[in-house]
């Protein structure tokens, strides 16, 4: 993550680390609209640094469903934001990961 400052690197490397840990192993990097992305089936969640926060984007139905375990964090319509230096718990994290891809699997093939 060159050019972002600390503590956003850190809690972005370690935010990183858990949502690769919950992917499937064939999920790949990439960076979509400008910030880093993890493509499964298309895209899955986007997660980025700003200056005074971080974001992790894993749709609207995914914070929906997982909102009595978001009170205490901002969230908008498919959006996390917590500051630099309170980031999310990271099993937290490994379940709307989980969560976003089970949404994706399910999806009928065309």
Known sequence: MPGVPEPARSTLNKLRAAIRSAVPPEATETISYRIPAFKYKGILLWFAAFSNHCSLFPTAAVVEAFKDELKGFSTSKGTIH?????????????????????????????
């Open 82 to 110: 917590f500051p630099t230096d309170k980031p999310l718990p990271i099993a937290l994290v490994k379940k709307l990961v989980k969560a976003r891809v089970a949404q994706v699997e399910s999806k009928k093939k065309p």
